[in-house]
Every structure is written in structure tokens, then in C-alpha cells.
Nanobody
Framework: VQLQASGGGLAQTGGSLRLSCAAS????????MAWFRQGPGKEREFVAG????????NYGDSVKGRFTISRDNAKNTVYLQMNNLKFEDTAVYYCAARSTPSRVVFTGRHYYQYWGQGTQVTVSS
């Protein structure tokens, strides 16, 4: 599985961005997909995740109510809609995949086997 993230850039506080992650491979529709981020000097943290069917979602506490994860299995793509952006959302955002089917969304990095290259999101205050 190869992952290609895009959509990062510069936004103002209160603004919006949408990230996309295009995946290769025939197992995408079974894969657990997630977004993580790593801010300057910080550990990589879980942002949001979605199961293969799209029926189960999970969000990190800092983004609940502002970010929405979704997927389009026909396009092998997962999205992260980010609204009401805050300065502290500034980070490199990574998409990740776990090819083993799951009914739950894991928040730990070690559960995910495949990682994209990351896309920079910068929020100006």
C-alpha cells in the first residue's frame, strides 16, 4: 500500500482546509485509515480514523467538533476536512493505513503499517 497525502497549506485562524490521501492497492476498502499529525517539537499524535466500511469514526480530543474524516472507497481516498482551524493545529499531517480489517479505530501509531509522506499545515494567528 502506498499513500499520497495532499491538500496542506497556509490558512488563517478560523479558516478551513481539506486534506486528501490517495491510496494504492486492492485492499483499501478493508483498510483502517487514519490521520496523525506532528507539530514542532511534539510527538506524533492521532487526529482521526475511520474503519474500512466508514461505519466507525474516532477523533482526537483536540479536534472533535472541528475536523471530519471521510472516505471514498471507489476512489481509494480518505479525506480530512478541517474547520475552525487554530494556531495549534499547525503540524505535518500524515495519513496511515492498517491493512488488517478492524471494527475499531486504533489511536496508537504502532497499529498502522503504512504511512504517507506528510503534508504541512500552517495556521497563522
Amino acid at each position: 500500500v502506498q499513500l499520497q497525502a495532499s491538500g496542506g497549506g497556509l490558512a488563517q485562524t478560523g479558516g478551513s482546509l481539506r486534506l486528501s490521501c490517495a491510496a494504492s492497492g486492492r485492499t483499501f476498502s478493508n483498510s483502517l485509515m487514519a490521520w496523525f499529525r506532528q507539530g514542532p517539537g511534539k510527538e506524533r499524535e492521532f487526529v482521526a480514523g475511520v474503519t474500512g466500511s466508514g461505519s466507525t469514526l474516532n477523533y482526537g480530543d483536540s479536534v472533535k467538533g472541528r475536523f471530519t474524516i471521510s472516505r471514498d472507497n471507489a476512489k481509494n481516498t480518505v479525506y480530512l476536512q478541517m474547520n475552525n482551524l487554530k494556531f495549534e493545529d499547525t503540524a505535518v499531517y500524515y495519513c496511515a493505513a492498517r491493512s488488517t480489517p478492524s471494527r475499531v479505530v486504533f489511536t496508537g501509531r504502532h497499529y498502522y503499517q503504512y504511512w504517507g509522506q506528510g503534508t504541512q499545515v500552517t495556521v497563522s494567528s
